[in-house]
């Protein structure tokens, strides 16, 4: 998986467990100020990173991420 | 008598299926093998079934109390994954889940997510945070509840409250700093505990430094938002507020402070406190000052019962915390 098909990936993961529209996210989103960032959500992500792309991030590391960018960063690491 | 002998009581007479998957602790195992011993609930062991009946023979325990559920078991493991997958809402599918499942904490929660059983009981080898993100992934929230929380219980020396020396407060040990809507969720958790754990009709108090409007800013703005949502989501709950603690549960001081109608100032049996600072100090202040047993924290929000206990706790807390657990699992089905 190259480098955007990895964003569009985590942009659609990360709407899932946020009930966003992907529409409305960038990379540039934030957890915290864009979407609230409540740890009920941030364990939907996790879940979701693990079953969609099969790679088992920490909870505590999702959530040091301020962007979905820096996720992105993390999990294409973690690959 | 002990504020507990009630709440054995109803243990006894609807026993329920405690999952624990740290059952190689020598102290949990312990806790579960008295409480089944003694008829409180039925002890399952989840873990490796070879090391779990040896370490049980090394203790001196009668194997027969417990139920033993082997993680290596492959067919009961796909038995459990087939029924957790096609559940509505759940987080994991079936490659995530067989892989958390290597865990006996996912295990058993896995376990308990299905109905083969009914309450969890961790936390004396896994942290909180471990337990709190297995129940979160695996158990989920309640419908409308959007964080986990805690509650306790306080036996206060002397004081005279709607529920004689009780009073249930929270959350003291779990979400930091909630916003509005956590709070709200807060207050409607304990709400519900209360009820399954000691059958009390709650009167539920949102405390913090004013009394209906006699402070502002914005600490009171957050408590009184979180009073709005949790009245509009649960409006079968008294609960109410915003009340300083005293016009919460001293009738005089209502009775001159909050000047309209109220099922809960001055009688309240459950607190929430705005934040965690305040809970944590509050609950030292109950302990040092008011020299009350506190019981708990006991973990609410989560669509059943998951408990997570003290790393230091000793045997017999461990075991009045399963029958707790126990009995909010049994009453929640009711």
Redesign the interface.
């Known amino acids: 998986m190259d480098r955007a098909e990895l964003e569009k990936k985590l942009i659609e993961c990360v709407a899932i467990a946020y009930s966003k529209d992907a529409a409305s996210l960038t990379l540039d989103t934030s957890f915290k100020n864009d979407l609230g960032g409540?740890?009920?959500q941030m364990?939907?992500l996790?879940?979701?990173l693990?079953?969609e792309l099969?790679v088992?991030i920490q909870?505590?590391d999702a959530a040091a991420c301020e962007t979905i960018k820096d996720l992105v960063d993390k999990v294409e690491a973690e690959l | 008598m002990s504020v507990l002998d009630p709440i054995y009581a109803v243990a006894k007479e609807n026993l329920q299926k405690v999952a624990f998957p740290e059952a190689t602790n020598e102290k949990m195992m312990q806790a579960a093998y008295e409480t089944g011993k003694e008829g409180y609930i039925i002890p399952v062991l989840v873990g490796d079934t070879a090391q779990n009946k040896a370490l049980a023979a090394e203790r001196g325990y009668d194997e027969s109390v417990f139920t033993f559920v082997d993680i290596h078991d492959e067919e009961y493991k796909s038995k459990v994954i087939a029924a957790y997958v096609a559940k509505p809402g759940t987080m994991l599918k079936e490659k995530a889940m067989s892989r958390r499942m290597e865990n006996p904490l996912y295990f058993a929660m896995a376990m308990q997510a299905v109905g083969e059983a009914d309450v969890t009981f961790a936390g004396i080898d896994n942290t909180t945070g471990d337990v709190l993100l297995a129940g979160q992934m695996i158990i989920g929230l309640k419908p409308g509840i959007t964080t986990v929380s805690s509650i306790g219980l306080a036996d206060i020396p002397g004081f005279q409250g709607s529920e004689g020396t009780l009073l249930a407060v929270g959350d003291s040990a779990v979400c930091t700093n909630p916003n509005a809507e956590q709070l709200a969720s807060i207050a409607i958790s304990a709400c519900d505990t209360v009820k399954e754990l000691l059958d009390w009709e709650p009167r539920c108090a949102m405390v913090c430094y004013s009394t209906l409007g006699s402070g502002q800013g914005e600490l009171i703005d957050k408590v009184k938002e979180a009073l709005r949502i949790a009245n509009e989501k649960r409006p079968d709950l008294a609960i109410d507020g915003e009340f300083q603690l005293d016009a919460a549960i001293v009738p005089a001081v209502a009775a001159k402070k909050v000047n309209r109608e109220s099922k809960v100032a001055g009688k309240a049996n459950v607190l929430i406190w705005p934040d965690l600072n305040v809970g944590n100090v509050a609950v030292k202040l109950i302990q040092q000052f008011g020299h009350a047993d506190a019981y708990g924290p006991m973990l609410q929000g989560f669509n059943s019962i998951v408990c997570d206990c003290s790393r230091g706790a000793p045997v017999s807390e461990i075991k009045g915390n399963i029958v707790m657990s126990a009995v909010r699992a049994a009453r929640s089905k009711k």
């Open positions: 409540a740890s009920v364990v939907g996790v879940s979701q693990e079953n099969d088992f909870l505590a």
